[in-house]
Nanobody
Framework: QVQLAESGGGLVQPGGSLRLSCAAS????????MGWYRQAPGKQRELVAA???????NYADSVKGRFTISTDNAKNTAYLEMNNLKPEDTAVYYC???????????WGQGTQVTVSS
């Protein structure tokens, strides 16, 4: 079973950048599809970006060209690089690990991202 811990959130001005990290323990992330989700107040949790164990990525239309998901298997960490941030990106961001062979999801505790001037 994998445990996930996010970091890197904070307050940033519109147009700014942040890099979120998701440190995993208990299992190698190389066997999971890693994803970043977000949930804004009053809204449902939504997928932001995901990367498979084979390196295939997909992004929500709202973040394409601005966000980049990546993994470092040596550090057992997933990242979300966020550029040109907008106020509508404000949300709690959650790291997710999906183990498809058992259809099982694991979640981190979330990190707050606030984009405001």
């Amino acid at each position: 079973q994998v445990q996930l811990a996010e970091s890197g959130g904070g307050l940033v001005q519109p147009g700014g950048s942040l890099r979120l990290s998701c440190a995993a323990s208990g299992s190698s992330i190389s066997i999971y599809t890693m994803g970043w989700y977000r949930q804004a107040p009053g809204k449902q949790r939504e997928l932001v970006a995901a990367i498979t164990s084979g390196g295939n990525t997909n992004y929500a239309d709202s973040v394409k060209g601005r966000f980049t998901i990546s993994t470092d298997n040596a550090k057992n960490t997933a990242y979300l690089e966020m550029n040109n941030l907008k106020p509508e990106d404000t949300a709690v961001y959650y790291c997710n690990a999906y183990f498809r062979f058992r259809d099982k999801n694991y979640w981190g505790q979330g990190t707050q991202v606030t984009v405001s001037s």
